[in-house]
């Protein structure tokens, strides 16, 4: 089994930051590539930010300059630091990774964490 499990949402002030973490577990052979999206009510989720095993980055237009991405390969971490959040980044935002539990690389889902920005 394996399980992508978000912490670190929660509601804030337009302009204020939080740091989004997310944790995989279980049998884990390999982690490639690992991204955060979102979904806002009533909209598609949307990518927010990828990086690869390699530490390579992208990010949305929307969210460029603001958030960052990052992780840490030996304890099956990712993260999201957000600063100057604006109500429309309000969303539950989910971590997705690719995993190979020792053969091919399936994507998993987190549960989301729900990030409320306040005007």
């Known amino acids: 089994q394996v399980q992508l499990v978000e912490s670190g949402g929660g509601l804030v002030q337009a302009g204020g930051s939080l740091t989004l973490s997310c944790a995989a577990s279980?049998?884990?052979?390999?982690?490639?590539?690992m991204a955060w999206y979102r979904q806002a009510p009533g909209k598609q989720r949307e990518l927010v930010a990828g990086?690869?095993?390699?530490?390579?980055?992208n990010y949305a237009d929307s969210v460029e300059g603001r958030f960052t991405i990052s992780r840490d390969n030996a304890r099956n971490l990712v993260y999201l630091q957000t600063n100057s959040l604006q109500p429309e980044d309000t969303a539950v935002y989910y971590c997705?990774?690719?995993?190979?539990?020792?053969?091919?690389?399936?994507?998993?889902w987190g549960q989301g964490t729900q990030v409320s920005v306040s005007s």
């Open positions: 990086i690869t095993r390699g530490g390579r980055t």
């Open positions: 279980g049998n884990i052979f390999s982690i490639n590539d």
């Open positions: 997705n990774a690719a995993i190979s539990r020792g053969g091919t690389y399936s994507l998993y």
